[in-house]
């Protein structure tokens, strides 16, 4: 299944605001995991 160029920008639009908060808030819980990890 291919598409062009147009449709493809918008899945990844779209995509990309949808999983914005996402993406940070496991960034975050990464982040926070790895701290304290390290120092407990």
Do not use: G
């Not at 779209?14 to 120092?39: D, E, F, G, M, P």
């Amino acid at each position: 299944m291919t598409m062009d160029d147009s449709e493809q920008n918008e899945i990844v639009e779209s995509t990309l605001s949808q999983n914005t908060y996402v993406l940070v808030w496991v960034i975050a819980s990464l982040a926070s995991l790895a701290i304290y990890v390290r120092y407990f």
